[in-house]
């Protein structure tokens, strides 16, 4: 649906996207990246809002930009809000929907079915301004998919959502994905990424650092020490069974916290047996891996 073909686009001296190569089907692909990573650019790209200085871009085999045939196809969610605040959501989305030209006993219909779905039905009728983060989020979506449309951008879309919010807004994406549909979700937080999707676009000072299956971005980081934290009621204990693991580098112990750090090359199997002491009455309560965020995969890609 998306084609890139060495796109770049300048704001004066700042490069924003830098010689871009790549295409984007349907179903979920993850845009990642930090702040000024180029994730915003190529969103307003891909929605026409802005040209490539250089190189092409096509959707839906069309120049995007002011092209109505393209916006027809497309929904948006921007991580930034713009809501008239005295609206309450279903008169938000309602007035979106009459906007793109559906009559008005249709809009109402589509518009109770789209606060439905994303979990918003008995809160639309309060104002906006009363709306925390996870709600606002969830109104975006609903006017996002109010027309039905073939390729969904969203910006941040779980930035504010609780944890049962952003497990009910994977599940509404993985619906619509599983319906062909093309859904490009940008995200800086990996492991929310891993739920979501495989498919993988990773950007790094406007270019496109990586792309591949998630798996394939994960090995990246296992390729090297994998460092690993345990609490336990008994640290030193579940330490010595550690010790005893021939693909366990190094081990320390903090007795205040009753944290065991361990570094691998092999965190699954790791992982396999931290389970296996569980289930033999080992005392552990948090399993947490600073290795595993986006954060660490930059500092192997960007370090080499």
Partial sequence: MINLDHASRWYGEVIGLNDVTCTIGSGVTALL???GAGKSTLMRLITGQIRPTTGQITVFDEDPFGNPNVFAKLGFCPDVDSFPEHL?????????????????????????????????????????????????????????????????????????LD????????????????????????????????QMTRSILLLHRGR???????S??????????????????????????????????????????????VRTRQADQFYSVVGDLAMRGHSIYEIDSPDNNLESVYEYLVGN
Avoid: W
């Avoid at 807004?169 to 990424?193: P, T």
């Avoid at 609490?231 to 916290?257: G, W």
């Fill in 33 to 35: 990246g930090q702040n």
């Fill in 88 to 160: 309450s959501g279903k008169e938000f989305v309602l007035r979106m929907g009459r906007m793109m030209g559906v009559a008005e006993a249709a809009a109402k219909t589509r518009t109770a079915e789209v606060l439905e779905l994303v979990g918003m039905a008995n809160r639309a009728d309060k104002p906006v301004k009363g709306y925390s983060k996870g709600m606002r989020q969830r109104i975006k979506l609903a006017q996002a998919i109010f027309h039905n449309p073939d390729l969904l951008l969203l910006d941040e879309p779980l930035n504010g």
């Fill in 163 to 194: 944890p049962v919010g952003r497990r009910e807004f994977m599940d509404v994406l993985q619906s619509l994905a599983h319906q062909g549909k093309a859904i490009i979700v940008s995200s800086h937080i990996l492991f929310e990424v891993e």
């Fill in 208 to 214: 496109l650092l990586a792309s591949g299956d998630v």
């Fill in 216 to 261: 394939e971005i994960r090995n990246l980081i296992d390729q090297h020490p994998h460092r690993i934290r345990i609490r336990s009621t008994n640290a030193r204990a579940l330490a010595a069974e550690f010790a005893k693991l021939p693909y366990v580098l190094s081990i320390s112990v903090e007795d205040l916290t009753g944290e065991v750090e």
